[in-house]
């Protein structure tokens, strides 16, 4: 007979986090005994996705005294059917919603319907004014005529973050926002994620209400950006100054060039959709704090060596440690193996720094291995100064 195995509790809760993204592991550790229970959970149900073919056995589980998994709800993602006979739920269970105390993030879908004034599934009903205590909002946008997204964004006094994005299905609309004069962002908002081009009707209202020195992290949509966007990110960007996350693709901006030496407090930076000589932009970079830097290349066809041959190492020399004390990570992203190859080759005192990192682009089926034929970085030389301190689960579906 065999002696049972006891596990240290900390080395259990470890295992069940490398399991976080398998339901189907999580669901069989929970079994094993009841003091795995609670972690396994806090996987299981920290997401809770609400439809209409659900939300009436949801609004049960709400009011059951035996319910014992509503404290793990961490994200509610809303997607509302009008047409649907059960939809009426989202908003009867609103008086109950203050049971999920623990919800800090909230995700649904914007729908006008017919007029500018019609806002389904995200206008102030009583299901979506339940959350108004949540941090971090994601609107999908599915409309093509003036909605008051401003007003539904100034609802949520406490939020942090906000992501806009497109719906998948309807990728021809626009989105249009109907003008308001009377609210304000919510004074907390310091994360702003653009999937869609409403890169002017939001900067532009952060700069009327004075309110773009406390944006923190910014990230612009890929894709053209229209001019009237592109003016509003050249107006917004040197009044940005605690930004200390910026990704922005290069190729979406045609009228616009972006100056960083004005964001000394810079953390992370990613230029996306580079061409060659876009690069030249980090020779003006002044941001002693900065740690990652990401720089993807997205044509195909650019020759390097033609180039700039001279631009590279003078690069290199900038992005040492006497500029950039505590830079972590230089990323070069490109698209075929002889540029990433080239790169570096030419960025030597970054290889030597055990900070430089090449990657290829994983579609591009040439640059597959191609990491292991490049050669060793150098040593570092003797006189090169040491860099400083470099630095779901858903539960209804």
Not at 26 to 48: D, G, H, N
Not at 67 to 78: G, K, N, Q, S, V
Not at 83 to 91: E, L, Q, R, S, T
Not at 142 to 154: E, W
Request: with cysteine.
């Amino acid at each position: 007979m065999s002696a049972a195995v006891e596990i240290p509790q900390e080395v259990a809760e470890q295992v069940i986090d490398f399991l976080h993204n398998n339901p189907q592991a999580l669901k069989a550790c929970s079994l094993v005994c009841r003091a795995w229970v609670p972690r396994c959970r806090s996987y299981l149900f920290e997401t809770c996705n609400l439809v209409p073919k659900s939300i009436r056995v949801f609004s049960e589980f709400l009011v059951s005294p035996n319910c014992t998994f509503l404290h793990h709800i961490r994200t509610i993602t809303a997607s509302r059917r009008r047409w649907h006979p059960h939809d009426h739920y989202f908003d009867t269970l609103a008086p109950e919603l203050r049971r999920l105390a623990g919800v800090h993030a909230f995700e649904t879908k914007l729908n006008t319907i017919g007029d500018a004034t019609t806002v389904d599934s995200i206008s102030l009903l009583p299901f979506t004014a339940a959350f108004a205590h949540v941090t971090r909002l994601v609107i999908v946008c599915n409309f093509d005529q003036p909605a008051p997204l401003l007003n539904v964004i100034s609802h949520f006094a406490a939020l942090q973050h906000l992501c806009l994005r497109r719906d998948l299905v309807n990728q021809g609309f626009r989105v249009i926002m109907a003008a308001s004069s009377n609210v304000v962002p919510p004074a907390g908002l310091s994360s702003l994620t653009f999937n869609v081009d409403v890169v002017d009707p939001i900067l532009t209202w952060f700069r009327a209400s004075n309110n773009l020195h406390h944006v923190q992290s910014l990230v612009l949509p890929d894709g053209h950006i229209d001019q009237r966007s592109s003016d509003a990110f050249g107006q917004a960007l040197p009044l940005m100054g605690n930004l200390h996350h910026l990704s922005i693709s290069l190729s979406a901006f045609k009228h616009f060039t972006p100056d960083f030496s004005v964001h000394v407090n810079l953390r992370t930076l990613i230029m996306r959709d580079c061409m060659w000589d876009n690069a030249k932009l980090i020779s003006k970079l002044v941001a002693p704090r900065l740690e990652h830097l990401t720089i993807e290349f997205y044509s195909r066809y650019a020759v390097v060596e033609r180039h700039a041959r001279r631009d590279w190492p003078a690069l290199d020399v900038h992005l040492g440690a006497a500029n950039f004390p505590r830079l972590l990570k230089v990323l070069f992203r490109c698209k075929i193996r002889e540029h990433a190859r080239f790169l570096r080759e030419n960025f030597v005192s970054l290889r030597a720094a055990n900070i430089l990192q090449v990657e290829p682009d994983p579609e591009d089926l040439s640059a597959v291995g191609f990491l292991e034929a490049l050669p060793p970085p150098p040593p570092p030389p003797s006189l090169l100064p040491l860099p400083g301190p470099h630095h779901h689960s858903t539960l209804m579906g």
